[in-house]
C-alpha cells in the first residue's frame, strides 16, 4: 500500500503498529474508551499497559545534586560509582554524595558476588589481570586464556568489571578480556562503566570492548545508555568509541560526531575517528574501497530511515524504550530526566516509529506532547508513525494536535498536505491552525497560493503571519511577492509587541541563503549585529540592534531591485 493510500485510511485505524498479543493487552482490547468530545481520538493506558506486558515498571527516585552538578547523564534510579570521599570514608569506599552506609551496603554486595563465584574463575582471572598489568607482552596470551575459558570465567570477568574497588588499570585489563570473550552479562556491566566511571580512559576502553558483543541476541540494551553518552561525554576517546558501538549494535545515530571530529584536526583522535567511520561505511556497503562521499549518503540514508532495522525489537529494548517514555510522563515529571529521554528516543532507529506511534495514544497529555516532539526531531526516521500522527491531529489537547502538525511535516514532508489541509478544513482552534500553516510551508512542496492568503488576510494575527512567512521564504515566489514577505518580517522585528524574535530567526535563515559576495558580506553584517555574548541587553538595546537587522534586509532588497 502507498503512503497516500495509507494516509487516506487513516481516520479508519484505532492504533498505529503491528497489531500483535505482545503490544495490546487482553484488558486493552476489553475496556471500553473514556468519553470524549465528537472529533476527539481516543486516548487510553497504553504506557502501564505495554509496561506490565513487558514485565518492566516506571522509574522512580530522584537526580541528586551531584548527578545534576557532575552532569553525569545518568537517570533516576541508576547508581553513581563510588569515588573516595575523605570527610566520610576511612577506607576509600564511600563517595561524594552517598553515606558511609551506603559505601558499605555496597562493599558488601560486591563482596557477596564474589562469594558465589567459582574460586578456581576468580583466581584465574585475578592472575591473568596481574599478570598483563605486570608486564604488557603477557596481553596475548592472556586474551586467549580467556577465550579458552570464556563459558567459564564469564560470571567472574563480570563480576570484576562491577567492582567499584577496582583501579582504571585493573578494570581496563578486564575490559579487554571481556571483548575477548563477548558476553550478554558482561555488556551490561561494560555499559555500566560507560554511563558513570569517573576516568574517561576506562569509559573509552568500555565502550570499545562492547563492539564484538553487538551480534549476540539481546545486545541492544545497551543502545539507549551509549546514546546517552553522545549527549554527555566531554573526552574525544570516549565519545568515538560510544560512537563505533552504536554503529555495531546498528545505530548509526554517532557517525555524524565521527565525522565532524575527524574532519577538525585539532582534536585529538581525529585520525582514530576518520578510522572508525571509515569502518563502518565500509561494513554497511560492503565493500573495501570507500569514500568521504559514501560516508556522507549513509548518514543521509540513516536520517532518512532507509538504514538501520525496521523490524520490531526485542522486548528487553523495548522495556527500556517505554521507560524512556515513561519518563516523559506527568507522573514524573523531571526536566533534566525529559531532556535525556527526548534526547535518546529521537535517536533511534526507525523500528522505533512504531513504539513511539503508539503512545500518541496515551492519556498523558505530557507522554503525548513529547513524544511528537521526538517523531519531529526523528524526522523522515520517524516515518513509521505517519498514521498515528495524522490521527494525533484530534488530540483533545491543541498543544498535541499542533505538535502532531508539525511533526507530520518532518516525518512526512512529501505527504503530509493531504491530512493537514483537511484538518484545516475542519476549522481548528486558533493554536493548531497557527501550527497547521507553519508545518504546511515545511511540506516538500509548500502549497503557497494558500500561505499567502493567508498571510495577507485582514487583521491576520502576528502568529499566524509569522507560521505563513516561514512556508512563503520556502516556496518559489515572485521576487515582488517575495519582499511583501521580507518587508512585513523586517517591519515586524521592529516592533515593541507580537514576535520580534520570530521574526528575527526567520529572517536570519533567509540571510543566510543569500549567496555571491553580496551575500556574504550581508551574512557578515548581520553577524555583527547579533547579540553578543555574556550582554545582556535592555529593551531599547535589543530594538536597536534588531533595527540594524531591519535595515540591513532593507538595503538588501534595494540592492537587488531591478528598478
Known amino acids: ?30 475496556a471500553e474508551p473514556a468519553p470524549q468530545a465528537a472529533g476527539i481520538r481516543p486516548t487510553r493506558n497504553v504506557l502501564d499497559e505495554t509496561l506490565k506486558a513487558l514485565g518492566v515498571s516506571r522509574r522512580e527516585g530522584v537526580l541528586s545534586a551531584r548527578e545534576l552538578r557532575e552532569n553525569r547523564g545518568l537517570m533516576p534510579g541508576e547508581a553513581l560509582v563510588a569515588e573516595p570521599d575523605p570527610a566520610t570514608a576511612t577506607d576509600g ?49 592472556a586474551l586467549q586464556d580467556v577465550a579458552a575459558s570464556s563459558t567459564e570465567l564469564t560470571a567472574a570477568l563480570t563480576a570484576g568489571l562491577r567492582d567499584t574497588a577496582r583501579s582504571a588499570e585493573e578494570l581496563k585489563v578486564l575490559a579487554q578480556f571481556a571483548r575477548s570473550a563477548p558476553s550478554l552479562t558482561s555488556s551490561g556491566a561494560l555499559a555500566d562503566l560507560t554511563l558513570s566511571h569517573d576516568d574517561p580512559g576506562v569509559r573509552a576502553f568500555a565502550a570499545w570492548a562492547l563492539i564484538p558483543a553487538a551480534p549476540l541476541a539481546g545486545s541492544g540494551a545497551v543502545i539507549p545508555v551509549l546514546l546517552r553518552r553522545l549527549k554527555y561525554e566531554k573526552d574525544t576517546q570516549a565519545l568515538i568509541w560510544a560512537a563505533r558501538a552504536l554503529a555495531a549494535h546498528g545505530n548509526l545515530a554517532g557517525l555524524a560526531t565521527l565525522s565532524a571530529i575527524a574532519r577538525d584536526v585539532s582534536f585529538e583522535g581525529a ?29 543521509r540514508e540513516w536520517s532518512v530511515g532507509a538504514k538501520g532495522r525496521t523490524a520490531l525489537a526485542p522486548d528487553d529494548l523495548r522495556g527500556l524504550v517505554w521507560q524512556l517514555i515513561s519518563d516523559l510522563s506527568g507522573e514524573h515529571f523531571q526536566l533534566r530526566g525529559v531532556d535525556d529521554a527526548r534526547y ?97 510551508g515545511r511540506a516538500t512542496a509548500p502549497p503557497s497560493a494558500l500561505l499567502l492568503e493567508t498571510f495577507r488576510a485582514p487583521k491576520a494575527p502576528t502568529d499566524l503571519r509569522l ?64 547579540p553578543q555574548q555574556a550582554i545582556i541587553h535592555t529593551a531599547e538595546q535589543a530594538a536597536t540592534r534588531r533595527g540594524g537587522r531591519a535595515d540591513l534586509v532593507r538595503a538588501q532588497l534595494q540592492a537587488t531591485d531591478p528598478d
Not at 491543541?398 to 478544513?425: I, M, T
Open 271 to 299: 585520525a582514530i575517528a576518520n578510522q572508525q567511520l571509515y569502518e563502518v561505511v565500509r561494513i554497511e556497503v560492503a565493500r573495501e574501497e570507500v569514500s568521504a562521499e559514501d560516508a556522507d549518503a549513509l548518514m
Open 467 to 530: 507560521a505563513a512567512a516561514t512556508g512563503l521564504l520556502r516556496a518559489e515566489l515572485p521576487d515582488a511577492e517575495q519582499a511583501e514577505v521580507l518587508v512585513w518580517l523586517a517591519d515586524a522585528m521592529t516592533r515593541r509587541f507580537g514576535d520580534p524574535a520570530g521574526a528575527e530567526a526567520l529572517l536570519g535563515e533567509w540571510v543566510a541563503s543569500l549567496e555571491g559576495e553580496r551575500g556574504a558580506a550581508s551574512r557578515a553584517a548581520w553577524v555583527a549585529l547579533g
Open 93 to 141: 569506599t564511600a563517595a561524594a554524595g552517598t553515606t558511609a552506609a551506603d559505601a558499605t551496603a555496597e562493599e558488601l554486595e560486591g563482596k557477596a558476588r564474589e562469594a558465589a563465584l567459582d574460586p578456581e574463575m576468580v583466581e584465574l582471572r585475578d592472575g591473568l589481570v596481574g599478570m598483563v598489568l605486570g608486564d604488557a607482552r603477557y596481553l596475548e596470551t
Open 1 to 30: 500500500m502507498s503512503l497516500r493510500a495509507a494516509l487516506a485510511l487513516s481516520p479508519l485505524l484505532w492504533a498505529c503498529g503491528p497489531a500483535e498479543p505482545s503490544r495490546d493487552t487482553a484488558a486493552a482490547n476489553t
Open 344 to 440: 535518546i528516543l529521537s535517536r533511534l532507529g526507525p523500528w522505533a516509529a512504531g513504539e513511539l506511534g503508539l503512545a500518541l495514544e496515551d492519556e498523558d497529555d505530557y507522554v503525548r506532547l513529547h513524544v511528537t516532539q521526538v517523531l519531529e526531531r526523528m524526522g523522515p526516521r520517524g516515518s513509521g508513525s505517519t498514521a498515528s500522527l495524522v490521527l494525533a491531529l484530534h488530540d483533545r489537547s491543541d498543544a498535541v494536535a499542533g505538535a502532531a502538525a508539525e511533526a507530520l511535516a518532518s516525518v512526512a514532508p512529501a505527504a503530509c498536505l493531504p491530512p493537514l489541509l483537511q484538518r484545516l478544513g475542519e476549522a481548528p482552534p486558533h493554536e493548531v491552525r497557527v501550527a497547521i500553516i507553519r508545518a504546511a
